[in-house]
């Protein structure tokens, strides 16, 4: 990519790109289109954001590239994979080298592509890839991710918020039983900059959680594991097709926790915050961003602490006052 800009970069995959479908997505506020280059990629993409499917406008477009794929784009153009290239009117091309890919935005970032030597079509279907991807484009967007869970009912719900084993993904799945609804577990969108007065409600990104195959909440349940990772996902649509909302706006921040008993008590705003605020700053580049909206959730929104003693159908039942308020 010597003596390149990232503009050329991206007009080159355009110009050579031919992709076999394309999907639009709301992520939270921000419509993407995203491209693919071919049938097992969309599949892969879609199996995470087939909840979000919309019509809109799209923001930004989105193309991706599998290694399998790339030779039909890489047998007319060539770069070297090792530099970047940077130009602050056009935009920004650089190197992933832990997915061995090149990737390019323009300015606006209203074109992004990415081309992979390293990425199978399959390699798609893992979060932490397109959560990664996407951030670049959502946080110039104004919207941001963080670390938590949402359950609720209709359009209103109450998030979930600590760091990992905290048992988030377990009351979750609890409350998806009784009935109740969620925008997802382990990962959400908030608006940056929410209009007027109203905290920004809690967006839907994945449609599944994230839980240990072995625990009771993953009962009846089909959990997808990968080799050498402890904790699987389970597809929330799939089990419980009615559940799963494109945001809840919030009305209650919990922090759980687990514990010999279980018990609901008011807390500080700041408990929530130095609950969220680790695990979520490395899912944004816009950690100023990132904290005034936690400050700005933080004030609106009353915080509580949950402690979850040895049976987790017993947090639901403390939670459902808060749910059903």
């Known amino acids: 990519m010597v003596g390149r800009s990232p503009r050329s970069f991206v007009e080159d995959i355009h110009r050579q790109y031919e992709p076999i479908a394309a999907e639009k997505y709301s992520f939270g506020p921000v419509t993407g289109t995203v491209l693919f280059c071919c049938q097992n990629t969309r599949v892969a993409v879609d199996g995470l ?13 989105l193309s991706l590239m599998c290694r399998t794929c790339r030779p039909r784009f890489d ?3 060539s770069w070297d994979w090792t530099t970047m290239g940077r130009d602050r009117e056009v935009g920004v091309a650089w190197v992933a080298p832990e997915w061995d890919s090149l990737i390019a935005t323009d300015s606006q970032r209203s074109t992004m592509a990415l081309v992979s030597r390293g990425l199978s079509s399959e390699d798609f279907s893992r979060r932490e890839v397109m959560r990664l991807l996407l951030h670049h484009v ?8 963080i670390h938590g869970a949402t359950v609720g009912r209709d359009t209103s719900g109450i998030l979930l918020t600590n ?19 969620t925008t997802g577990d382990d990962f959400l969108l908030i608006n940056a900059s929410p209009a007027g007065q109203s905290p920004s409600p809690a967006y839907s990104l994945f449609s599944n959680a994230k839980i240990d195959p072995a625990s009771s909440a993953a009962r009846d349940l089909t959990v997808s594991t990968r080799l050498g990772e402890i904790k699987g996902l389970v597809d929330i649509k799939r089990h419980f097709p009615d559940s799963l909302r494109p945001s809840h706006r919030l009305t209650a921040l919990v922090v759980p926790q687990v514990g010999p008993m279980t018990s609901l ?8 915050i130095t609950a969220i605020l680790p695990s979520s700053i490395r899912l944004t580049g816009k950690t100023m961003a990132l904290i005034q909206a936690i400050e700005d959730l933080a004030k609106k929104i009353p915080s509580y ?8 159908e017993e947090g639901i039942d403390a939670l459902e006052e808060l749910i059903l308020r």
Do not use: N, W
């Not at 602490?305 to 987790?312: A, F, H, M, N």
């Open 49 to 61: 954001f087939h909840h979000l499917r919309t019509s809109s406008k799209a923001h930004f477009h």
């Open 75 to 77: 047998t007319e153009v």
């Open 138 to 145: 959502l946080d110039y967007h104004k919207t941001i991710g």
């Open 163 to 181: 760091r990992g084993g905290s048992g988030k993904s377990t009351l979750v799945l609890e409350a998806l039983r009784r009935g109740y609804s």
């Open 265 to 272: 008590v008011p807390t500080t705003s700041e408990r929530f």
């Open 305 to 312: 602490e949950l402690t979850v003693g040895p049976r987790p």
